[in-house]
């Protein structure tokens, strides 16, 4: 989802009798630039779920607004087990990368943040040396190493380069919030009786919460979103993710095009991230470890 | 409840920074035992050691008669409070007090009775259900020492508990902190830079400097004997004056007239080559206005005439800030001292002196007046290893 909430100019500005020209240009800058972004990232949105609405013969007819409103595409997707199958390998796929991805990421990134230990430079430069690695460059030994691995085509063939991508995306975002977290806490909790790991999940982990939600969003939007490895990676239903079975999909007839079907997979498949940034927003913007300190 | 010794500890950190050098401190089952420093001495340093968050390099550590070097904290049976509080956030006042009873698996009706009772101590009772962010300043360092004491362990380490709080909250809390210590009778170890705090609270007190401990002493002994002029100069609010003085002829030379010191001091110093320069101490309340002085006292002391620059009058008695002129006394741990109080870069901040006169006193600003200072009540310190040469 590319949907930008620009903070609205305030009105109290604009309403205010003093206002100068100058604090006019500027309003009227802003409100401009915030239109533009808008309209910029809702248009396409909107021309998707237009298209999804529309039968196949209305579909080039230049209206933005269906004139005959149609579930015809959604009930088509949901009646191909191509469709339905994708959905379910998506989901399955993404959740298991972005468990795994936050589980490793946090206790990485907790050593990262907290430890000094030797090549701790080295490990998080390397990390990030992963995450702006070419992806395209290793589709080609992944599959042949999968072929002769027996991973080509399953779901743990998708998981692992999802990982390798996911975790210095997860380490980067929770060191961050790692670090945000007075130490003392952690000194206290050890103090009271508590083990390294008991004080890692009673004391940090639940005031690392709000920074492994936003690392669980963005490793799942990653996975979720991915097209390459999906489509080189696999061959079959078995496996095949939503945005690789999109590209399969076929019109009415051989010379039709399935616009109307991919619109329609677009948008069922945009609503669980919607649905999950929706879900977690007010988890992500916390202030939770107010209070821990002096304040 | 135990002793806490420490048996010429060393912390050298990764870098070959020496923190803590070779200290020994034999704190006794019960006792309140400050350690004092400016920031920078190892202070902290040495809490961390005692409470098992910092590993110790060499020596040894023992609690209750037991080797605890390498114990982990959790097996230590110490309760710490710190300075920023480290209140767990996402808990109640009630759970962040029973969290380490929690942790030992104590009964849940067990952990419910000790928690009520330290928070009846703490006047903490209408709280428990809230979270930190909801409590003021003095109540948080409350939950702090709450989640110490329901634990009844064998020391309190605390590390500048009442630094976060505003002057006045301060100074009453600091009374609390007394008042608890007497009554739970435990052993506790406390760090704070403030020497006010150090002197009002400790049974005895560790000053240190640069990683080692300068003078292990009860409150009164660190006033009136100091060992060194460090001690001399961090214990005691105003802090003590400093001048040069030179010894000739059985003589102290002073800007403010010749003294003869006691056969004591005498003895001590004919030791050394006459003519040799010495750096003199004298505590701003060992001088006193000369009219205000009468008879045998007065003979005591020796009197002289100087010009008051600037006059602070705070009710009970009067500060008055006067300079000899000439030169000024200099030393190494003075001026680091002066720095830890911000003081260095101070106009006039090194030669001028100062007075604490009664508040009958009739000092004016700008007006010449006699002064009286007790000379019984000197120090002599060597400028080059800054001993006093008076005890």
């Known amino acids: ?295 | 409840m135990a002793d806490i010794v420490l048996d010429h500890v060393t912390k050298r950190f990764a870098d070959g920074q020496v923190a803590v050098d070779d200290v020994s401190l034999d704190i006794h089952d019960g006792e309140f035992v400050i350690l004092v420093g400016p920031s920078g001495c190892g202070k902290s340093t040495t809490l961390n050691m005692i409470a098992g968050l910092e590993d110790i390099s060499e020596g040894e550590l023992r609690i209750g008669g037991k080797v605890v070097n390498g114990l982990a904290p959790k097996d230590r049976d110490i309760a710490m409070v710190f300075q920023s509080y480290a209140l767990y956030p996402h808990m109640t006042v009630r759970d962040n007090m029973g969290f380490a009873l929690k942790l030992a698996k104590l009964p849940a009706d067990q952990i419910k009775t000790k928690v009520d009772e330290a928070a009846r101590i703490l006047d903490l009772v209408p709280y428990l259900d809230r979270k930190p962010a909801n409590l003021s300043g003095g109540q948080r360092q409350r939950v702090a020492m709450g989640r110490a004491i329901v634990r009844d362990p064998k020391a309190f380490l605390m590390d500048e508990p009442l630094s976060n709080l505003d002057a006045k909250l301060r100074v009453q809390t600091r009374t609390e902190v007394s008042r608890l210590q007497n009554r739970l009778g435990t052993t506790m170890v406390y760090v704070t830079h403030d020497q006010t705090e150090a002197l009002t609270l400790g049974d005895r007190v560790a000053v240190m400097r640069s990683g080692r401990v300068q003078q292990f002493a009860s409150p009164e002994e660190l006033y009136d004997r100091p060992k060194n002029i460090f001690v001399a100069g961090f214990i005691g609010s105003p802090a003590m004056n400093f001048m040069p003085v030179t010894f000739e002829g059985g003589r102290l030379r002073t800007a403010f007239g010749d003294i003869s010191p006691s056969p004591a001091v005498v003895s001590k110093l004919a030791g050394s080559a006459d003519g040799r320069s010495l750096i003199l101490g004298i505590r701003p309340e060992h001088f006193e206005d000369a009219a205000l002085v009468t008879g045998a006292e007065k003979a005591d002391g020796v009197t002289f005439p100087t010009t008051v620059d600037v006059l602070e009058s705070l009710g009970a008695d009067k500060f008055a800030y006067f300079t000899f002129g000439g030169e000024v006394a200099r030393h190494a741990e003075l001026e680091e001292l002066a720095r830890d109080a911000g003081a260095a870069d101070a106009a006039g901040g090194g030669d001028q002196v100062v007075a604490r006169l009664d508040a009958a006193s009739g000092a004016r600003e700008g007006e010449k007046i006699d002064l009286w200072v007790d000379t019984a009540k000197m120090y002599i310190f060597d400028p080059d290893t800054g001993a006093n040469l008076a005890v």
Not at chain 1, 100 to 117: D, E, G, I, K, Q
Not at chain 1, 239 to 255: H, K, L, M, N, Y
Request: proline letters at 7%; a positive charge; glycine letters at 6%.
């Open chain 1, 1 to 295: 989802m590319s949907t930008v909430t620009v903070p609205a100019p305030r009105a109290g500005r604009a309403a205010r009798p003093t206002g100068s020209s100058t604090d006019n240009s500027r309003l009227l800058a802003w409100t401009t630039v915030n239109t533009v972004i808008i309209v910029v990232s809702i248009v396409p949105v909107l021309w998707l779920l237009s298209l999804s609405f529309k039968t196949p013969a209305s579909i080039p007819d230049s209206h933005f607004i269906p004139r005959h409103w149609t579930l015809e595409n959604y009930r088509g997707i949901f009646g191909t087990s191509l469709f339905t199958r994708a959905l379910l390998n998506s989901i399955g796929i993404a959740l298991i990368s972005t468990f795994l991805a936050v589980l490793l990421a946090s206790m990485a990134a907790y050593a990262v943040a907290r430890l000094r230990f030797p090549g701790k430079t080295v490990l998080v430069g390397f990390a990030l040396l992963i995450s702006v690695f070419p992806q395209i460059s290793l589709v080609n030994p992944l599959f042949n190493l999968w072929r002769e691995l027996g991973l080509f085509d399953t779901w743990p063939g998708l998981i692992i380069p999802y990982l390798t991508f996911g975790l210095p995306l997860g380490i980067y975002t929770l060191s961050a919030f790692f670090r945000e977290i007075p130490w003392d806490l952690e000194k206290a909790a050890q103090v009271d009786g508590a083990t390294p790991y008991q004080a890692f999940v009673k004391v940090i982990a639940p005031l690392a919460a709000p920074g492994m939600v936003t690392t669980a969003i963005l490793v799942f939007i990653q996975c979720w979103n991915d097209f390459v490895f999906a489509i080189s990676l696999t061959s079959t239903n078995r496996s095949r993710t939503v945005p690789a079975a999109i590209a399969f999909f076929s019109g009415a007839s051989q010379f039709a095009q399935p616009i109307g079907s991919i619109a329609a997979a677009a948008v069922i498949i945009t609503i669980p991230i919607i649905l999950f940034v929706l879900f977690f927003q007010r988890r992500i913007v916390a202030g939770l470890t107010s209070g821990a300190v002096k304040g």
